[in-house]
């Protein structure tokens, strides 16, 4: 299938690369870092996106070396280009995003001398009160914004136990007039401790956990699917690739019934790949996510305050 690409020759084919040179392993892909990359790239994978076991038109991508687990989820969201850049490269709307995964408890955000700054409350699958759970600090950057692209980035220095290096990043290119090719990158170094726990993870509660990867067929035709810690990563990925996806839906509902649009619809999205994703009943992730959102509202008042205090006191 050819798209029409605006600001591209007409009928000319779509793609990007994203993923680091630094391997063998990885030497079939290129960093992505601009327009021409994602172009590339859809170009690449546009069969896959089309024809697959998902039902939808993405494609997912993962790694697992030196200490470092990454995962990319490429896909077509059916929303303009100028909707999804005006909406991603607004620093609030990511906390409107990001907690609909079942770990992020809360989000909360703010700009200070020239940095704008978004923390994730992370805890837990279950209800925990986001003042209680682990904080994670990122730095918020625009690192491209035209007509046809743009890249927004996420960084953190430090996690839970002896993770660091976190990296979020999201790219995009329009399309058609109403289609947009995105891309999500989700990345983290870990130490030696966060691989035992992880090793321990792996061998109990998490033996049966795959993710999206296919390895190999069965012999009845029955896909096999990649499990370990190329597992964890793709099953986190995923669930923020759909969080973008259930919050850029939500935009036609009105203001009042959005939140619980978007959470229910991202439950849905979830449910359909139950194998991969599934953790709770539905009415408890609701009721959660609802508990939760009520902590966000009160942290980002609190943060609002001291804001307000400050400028009333230089």
């Known amino acids: 299938m050819t798209l029409r690409l605006p600001l591209l020759l007409s009928y000319s084919k779509l793609g990007i690369s994203f993923i680091f040179l630094c391997t063998l392993l990885l030497s079939t892909h290129v960093i992505a870092d601009t327009y021409n990359d994602l172009i590339d790239k859809f170009e690449e994978i546009e069969d896959e996106l089309y024809e697959n076991t998902y039902d939808i038109p993405i494609y997912i991508e993962s790694y697992d070396i030196e200490n470092t687990m990454h995962g990319d989820v490429f896909g077509i969201l059916h929303h303009s280009f100028k909707t999804v850049s005006d909406t991603l490269t607004l620093l609030e709307n990511w906390c409107e995003v990001i907690p609909q995964h079942l770990n992020i408890k809360a989000c909360t955000y703010q700009c200070e001398k020239n940095q ?173 996510k609802k508990m939760e959102h009520q902590d966000q509202i009160r942290l980002q008042k609190v943060i609002y305050e001291k804001e307000k205090e400050s400028k009333s006191h230089p």
């Open 116 to 288: 704008c700054k978004l923390t994730f409350y992370s805890g837990r699958k279950f209800y925990e009160k986001a003042d209680d759970v682990y904080r994670l600090n990122y730095n918020f950057n625009i690192t491209a914004a035209s007509a046809n692209y743009f890249n927004a980035s996420l960084k953190s220095n430090e996690g839970p136990l002896d993770t660091q290096d976190y990296k979020i990043r999201v790219q995009a290119i329009p399309l058609t007039d109403s289609s947009t090719f995105i891309h999500f990158g989700y990345e983290y170094k870990y130490g030696f401790w966060t691989s035992i726990a992880m090793s321990g993870y792996l061998a109990t509660l998490g033996s049966s956990k795959v993710g999206f990867t296919i390895k190999e067929m069965e012999e009845d035709n029955k896909p096999v699917y990649i499990k370990g810690t190329r597992g964890i990563i793709e099953r986190n990925a995923i669930r923020y690739y759909f969080a973008i996806q259930s919050y850029m839906d939500s935009l036609a509902i009105p203001v009042y019934k959005r939140f619980e649009s978007k959470i229910s619809n991202w439950f849905d999205l979830t449910e359909k790949y139950h194998k991969q994703l599934h953790e709770m009943e539905k009415d408890e992730y609701l009721k959660y």
